[in-house]
C-alpha cells in the first residue's frame, strides 16, 4: 500500500519535472518573476539582521549610567543597591567604584599623562543599569526616579539611539511584512493564473480521468506538485541572487575596510532562514495552485 | 446484477430521456440496448457509471444504490466498470500504450506489473504491433478496439459499449462483436448499445428495445 503510494508521488514528481522541463521559457520565466519577487523582501530581512547583530545587546536591553555625588559614603552605595535590587524595572546593575574608573581611564591611549598628572580622583562612583526592555515611556519614568535620588549626581540614559535604531529596525521590520505580504499575493495569483491556463489546455484528460475512475485528489496531484516545485524553484532563485548581492558586497566592503580601517562583512542568510525562504516559496506556489484547482476543476464534469 | 426501479431522467433543459424504466441483468450475462437514435440509449448507460445521475427511481449495482452515491464514491464505482464511449474520448496527445495505462494509473496499480496488462489488453484485440501509435495514425476499427483496450485493461466486471461499431463495416464490426462474446464468456457482464439492426440478427442475448425513453416488452 504505502509502496504503491510512494510510487504513485514519485511518478507524479517526475512527470511535474517533464512538464516543467517541456515548456522550459515559459518555466523558466516564471521561476525568475517568483525569484525577484521574494528576494526583495529577503534582502531587506538580510540588512536588517546584519544592522540588529551589528547593534549588538545594547540594542535590545536600554542601559542607564548612574553618576553619583561625590561625597557619598559606603551605606549609601549599599542602600542604592538594595533598592535597585526591588525595582522591577531593572534587569541587573554593576556597581563601578571610582579607583576602577580612573584605573581604566589611565589604560586608555592619550589620557595617561594627564591622569598621572592628577593628585586627587576626580571621577565619582558609578554604576551601570541594565532596564527591563519597555516603552520609551516607562525607561523615562526610570530615569527621572533615579535622577530623584538624594545621592545621585546625574543619570545618563545611554540607550538614546539605541531607541533611534531600535525603532529603525521596527520600521524596517514591517516593511519586511509588508512587502512579503504583497509580494506572497502577487506570486499565488501568478500561480493561480498559470494553473488555470495549464487546466485549461488539459481539459481532456481531466474530463477523461474522471470519467474512468479518478479521484479528485489524483487529479489535483499534478497541478499542486507544479505549484509546489516551481514555489521552491522560486525561493531558491531568490535564495541565489541574495547569496551572490551578498558575497559581492562582502568584496566591496573589503575594500572599503582596507581603506578605513574597519572590519565589517554581511552575514549570509542563516541555514534556518534559507530552510525557512525554500519552504515558505514552495508552500506560496502549494496554495496558488491549490486554490486555483479548487475553483477550476469543478467546472469540468464529463458528459 | 444491475437493477433499475422506476428511473426516470429529465435533463436540465426538461427533456424526458428516460421514462419510468424497470430492468435488470443479471451478472454473467450479455444484453443489447436497441432503439433509434434518441431513444435514450447512451443516457440509460450514462446512468449506470453516474455519469449521468437519474431523476427519480433507484439504481443498484451489486447491492449499492448508485442514485444516491456520494460523489466521493463515484470513481470506485467507476473503476469496476469499463465504458467504451460513443465518441471514444481517447487522449491524442499520448500513444496507444499510454492510452491504454491511463486506468491503471488512476487506480494506483503497482507498477511491475502495469506493463504486462497493458500489453495484455493491447493483445486481446490485436493492436500490439502498435502500442508506440499515436491514436490520431489509427483507422476508425483500430481506434475502436483501443477504446476496448483501455476499457478491459483493469479487468472490470461490467463491460459497456456505447455503439462500439458505429461506423465500422460489417467484417470489423462482427470481429469486435466477437471479442465482446469472449469477455462474456469468462464472466464480464457486458451491455451494448446499438441502433445497428444487423449486428443482432443472429445474436443468441437479451435484446432491449428503448421507444422514446420507455422500454418496448
Ligand atoms: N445533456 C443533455 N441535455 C439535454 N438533452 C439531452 C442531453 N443528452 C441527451 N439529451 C437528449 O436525450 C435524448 C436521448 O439521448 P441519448 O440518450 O443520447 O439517446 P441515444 O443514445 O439513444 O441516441 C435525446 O433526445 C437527446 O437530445
Ligand atoms: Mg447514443
Known amino acids: 500500500m504505502i509502496r504503491a503510494w510512494l510510487m504513485q508521488h514519485g511518478f507524479v ?71 535597585m535590587e526591588e525595582d522591577s524595572q531593572i534587569v541587573s546593575f554593576q556597581f563601578i567604584p571610582k579607583d576602577a574608573a580612573l584605573h581604566q581611564l589611565q589604560q586608555s591611549n592619550g589620557l595617561a599623562d594627564i591622569s598621572a598628572s592628577l593628585v586627587r580622583n576626580p571621577l565619582p562612583d558609578a554604576f551601570i543599569v541594565h532596564a527591563l526592555e519597555n516603552t520609551p515611556e516607562n525607561l523615562e519614568q526610570l530615569r527621572v526616579a533615579m535622577q530623584s535620588w538624594p545621592e545621585i549626581e546625574h543619570v545618563q540614559f545611554d540607550s538614546a539611539w539605541a531607541a533611534r535604531l531600535n525603532a529603525l529596525l ?65 525561493g531558491a532563485t531568490a535564495w541565489l541572487i541574495m547569496t551572490l548581492t551578498i558575497r559581492a558586497m562582502n568584496e566591496e566592503l573589503g575594500t572599503l575596510a582596507q581603506l578605513y580601517d574597519f572590519d565589517l562583512q554581511l552575514q549570509q542568510l542563516s541555514p534556518s532562514d534559507s530552510i525557512s525562504l525554500l519552504s515558505f516559496s514552495a508552500w506560496l506556489g502549494w496554495l496558488g495552485a491549490r486554490l486555483s484547482v479548487a475553483s477550476h476543476l469543478w467546472q469540468i464534469e464529463p458528459r | 446484477m444491475i437493477i433499475f426501479k ?43 457509471a453516474a455519469i449521468e445521475r437519474p431523476t427519480s427511481g433507484t439504481i443498484t449495482i451489486s447491492g449499492q444504490n448508485i442514485a444516491q452515491l456520494k460523489l466521493g464514491a463515484i470513481p470506485y464505482l467507476r473503476r469496476k466498470i469499463g465504458f467504451i464511449f460513443q465518441d471514444h474520448k481517447l487522449l491524442f496527445d499520448r500513444n496507444v500504450f499510454d492510452n491504454v495505462l491511463l486506468p491503471l494509473q488512476i487506480s494506483n496499480f503497482d507498477n511491475k506489473t502495469v506493463a504486462g496488462r497493458v500489453r495484455a489488453a493491447l493483445d486481446k484485440v490485436g493492436l500490439l504491433k502498435k502500442e508506440k501509435a ?84
Open chain 1, 13 to 83: 514528481f517526475f512527470l511535474t519535472l517533464k512538464r516543467l522541463i517541456a515548456t522550459p521559457v515559459t518555466s523558466l520565466l516564471s521561476v525568475i518573476v517568483m525569484g525577484i519577487a521574494l528576494s526583495l523582501p529577503t534582502g531587506i530581512y538580510v540588512l536588517m539582521e546584519n544592522l540588529s547583530s551589528i547593534s549588538g545587546q545594547s540594542a535590545s536591553s536600554p542601559q542607564m549610567s548612574l553618576f553619583l555625588k561625590l561625597d557619598i559614603k559606603k551605606e549609601d552605595i549599599e542602600r542604592i543597591k538594595q533598592r
Open chain 1, 170 to 234: 521596527k520600521l524596517g521590520r514591517f516593511i519586511v511584512l509588508m512587502l512579503t505580504t504583497l509580494l506572497s499575493v502577487a506570486i499565488i495569483v501568478i500561480m493561480f493564473n498559470t494553473i488555470r491556463l495549464q487546466i485549461l489546455t488539459k481539459r481532456d484528460e481531466i474530463e477523461i480521468s474522471k470519467l474512468i475512475g479518478a479521484t479528485d485528489s489524483f487529479i489535483r496531484r499534478p497541478f499542486l506538485y507544479f505549484g509546489a516545485i516551481q514555489g521552491l524553484a522560486g
Open chain 2, 134 to 217: 499515436m491514436p490520431i495514425a489509427l483507422s476508425g476499427g483500430e481506434r475502436q478496439r483501443l477504446c476496448i483496450a483501455r476499457a478491459v485493461v483493469h479487468r472490470p466486471s461490467i463491460l459497456i459499449a456505447d455503439e462500439p461499431t458505429g461506423n465500422l463495416d460489417i467484417e470489423y464490426a462482427q470481429d469486435i462483436m466477437s471479442m465482446f462474446t469472449s469477455f462474456n464468456q469468462v464472466g464480464v457482464t457486458v451491455l451494448i448499445a446499438t441502433h445497428d439492426a444487423s449486428l443482432l440478427k443472429d445474436a443468441e442475448h437479451r435484446i432491449l428495445s428503448l421507444k422514446q425513453g420507455k422500454l418496448a416488452v
Open chain 2, 6 to 48: 422506476n428511473v426516470s431522467k429529465r435533463y436540465p433543459d426538461g427533456y424526458v430521456a428516460l421514462n419510468n424504466i424497470d430492468l435488470t441483468v443479471e451478472s454473467g450475462e450479455m444484453v443489447f440496448l436497441t432503439g433509434h437514435s434518441g431513444a435514450g440509449k447512451s443516457t440509460l448507460l450514462k446512468l449506470i
